[in-house]
C-alpha cells in the first residue's frame, strides 16, 4: 500500500499505468500460487478434520497455519490482481478489512510456526511432561488464545488506513493507504518485525538446535547392550524394544525435519519483504521498484501456499490422507448414491479410518509396544 493522507481531490496530469509485461506476469503468477496454495491448504484442513488418526496436537498447529496460510492468499494474493491493472476498486469498508485480514493471517502463520516448534521441543526433550502438556485439547486452547489475541491486536489496522482518490486529466485513481505520514509508522513496522518475525524465528533456531542435538547427536537411549541373554523371550523382547525404539525415532526425525523446512522457508521468504520494509523506515525516498515489490509479494504468497506440498514430499501420513481424500472424492463423483444421508455417511466414514500402519499416531505407535519400548520411547 502507498502512503495515503485520508479523502482528497488532487489534479494532476495524465493516469500512472503498470507496464503491460507487468500486469501479465503478475495475473498469472498470483493466480497460479494463490490457486495451488488454497486448494493445498484446503485438503490439509479436510484431511485433519476428516481423518481421525490425524488429529494429532502438532497437527492442530498446522491446521491453523494452513486456515492464516488461506487468509494471506485470500485478501492479500488475489487482491493484488485487481490493484495491478486499475486502481483499488473494494472501497472504504474493504480497504478497511483486507488490510485487517492480511495482517491477520500474516501474524497468525508466524505464532503457529513458533507454537508447534514450542510442542516438538516438549513432545520431544521432556517426554514425561509432554503426556500432560501436548494433548489435543491443549493445542486447540493454545490455538484459540493465538487468534484472539492476534485479532484484537491487528483492530489498530482499522484506525491506520484509509483510501485516497487522485483526480488525473483522464480519470480519477483510488489507493488504499495509511492515514498518516510514513514516518510515524516506524514504531508499528519495527514492532511487527520484533514480534511476529524475530522472536518466532529465534525461539524456533533454539529450540530445533535443542532438539537436533537429541535426535541427531546424542545416541539411542534403550538400545539393546547385552547380547547375552538368559531366555529366548526375554532376547525377543528386548529386539523388539529395540526395534520400536529405533521406529518412533525415525518418526520423530521426519516429523521433526519436515518442520525445520517450514520454519525455514518461513525465514527465507518473508526476508525479502521485511528487508524492505526496515529500509524504507530509515531512506527517503523509500525503495518502491514495481518489480521488486512484485518479487517480496510473490515471496509471501509463495510461503503460504508451499507448505500442503513439503508435508506431501516429506510426510507419509500427509501423502497417505491426501491420497485417499482425492479417492474418496473421485469414487463419490464418479458414483453417486441414490440418497443423501448414507453417501455422506460413507464418505465420512471411509475418508476418516485407515487401517495402515503410517496413518497412526506417535501415541497409538507406542501403546502397541511392549513394556520396555514404552520406557525408552519415553527417555527420547
Known amino acids: 500500500m502507498e502512503n495515503g493522507s485520508g479523502s482528497q481531490n488532487q489534479s494532476l496530469g495524465r493516469m500512472p499505468r503498470q507496464p503491460l509485461e507487468l500486469q501479465v506476469v503478475t ?48 485478501a492479500a494474493g488475489l487482491p493484488n490482481i485487481s490493484e495491478v491493472v486499475a486502481s483499488w476498486v473494494y472501497g472504504y469498508a474493504g480497504c478497511l478489512c483486507i488490510t485487517y485480514l492480511q495482517y491477520l493471517g500474516i501474524n497468525i502463520s508466524a505464532w ?17 511432561k509432554a503426556q500432560l502438556l501436548c494433548t489435543v485439547s491443549r493445542a486447540r486452547r493454545i490455538i484459540a488464545s493465538l487468534w484472539l489475541f492476534t485479532s484484537l491486536y491487528c483492530l489498530m489496522w482499522f484506525f ?28 508499528i513496522y519495527f514492532l511487527d518485525f520484533a514480534v511476529f518475525y524475530v522472536l ?21 537411549a534403550g538400545t539393546p547392550q ?22 518412533a525415532l525415525s518418526s520423530r526425525r521426519q516429523v521433526t525435519k519436515m518442520l525445520a523446512v517450514v520454519v525455514a522457508l518461513f525465514a527465507v521468504l518473508w526476508l525479502p519483504y521485511r528487508t524492505l520494509v526496515v529500509v524504507n523506515s530509515f531512506v527517503d525516498p523509500p525503495y518502491l521498484n514495481t518489480w521488486f515489490l512484485l518479487f517480496c509479494r510473490l515471496c509471501i504468497y509463495l510461503n503460504s501456499a508451499i507448505n500442503p ?16 481424500l482425492y479417492k474418496c472424492q473421485e469414487k463419490s463423483a464418479g458414483h453417486p448414491a441414490p440418497s443423501i444421508a448414507p453417501v455422506y455417511y460413507s464418505a465420512v466414514k471411509d475418508c476418516s479410518h485407515n487401517s495402515s500402519d503410517h496413518n497412526l499416531t506417535e501415541q497409538e505407535d507406542l501403546s502397541r509396544l ?11
Open 160 to 187: 491506520l488506513v484509509d483510501t485516497t482518490q487522485v483526480t488525473f486529466s483522464d480519470g480519477a485513481q483510488v489507493i488504499c493507504g495509511y492515514r498518516v505520514s510514513r514516518s510515524l509508522y516506524m514504531p
Open 309 to 324: 506440498i513439503i508435508y506431501n514430499l516429506m510426510s507419509q501420513k500427509f501423502r497417505a490422507a491426501f491420497r485417499k
Open 200 to 220: 518466532p524465528l529465534g525461539l524456533a533456531t533454539v529450540l530445533y538446535g535443542l532438539i537436533a542435538r537429541i535426535l541427531f547427536v546424542s545416541p539411542l
Open 226 to 247: 547385552h547380547p547375552c541373554l538368559g531366555s529366548l523371550h526375554q532376547g525377543s523382547s528386548l529386539e523388539l524394544s529395540g526395534r520400536g525404539s529405533r521406529g
Open 112 to 128: 503457529s510456526i513458533a507454537a508447534f516448534t514450542v510442542e516438538r521441543y516438549i513432545a520431544i526433550c521432556h517426554a514425561i
Open 27 to 74: 495475473i498469472l503468477l498470483v493466480l497460479l500460487i494463490c490457486g495451488v496454495g488454497i486448494a493445498g491448504n484446503a485438503m490439509v484442513v479436510l484431511v485433519v478434520l476428516r481423518t481421525k488418526h490425524m488429529v494429532t496436537p502438532t497437527n492442530c498447529y498446522l491446521v491453523s497455519l494452513a486456515l492464516a496460510d488461506l487468509i494471506v492468499l485470500l
Open 370 to 380: 511392549p513394556a520396555p519400548a514404552r520406557e525408552n520411547k519415553q527417555i527420547l
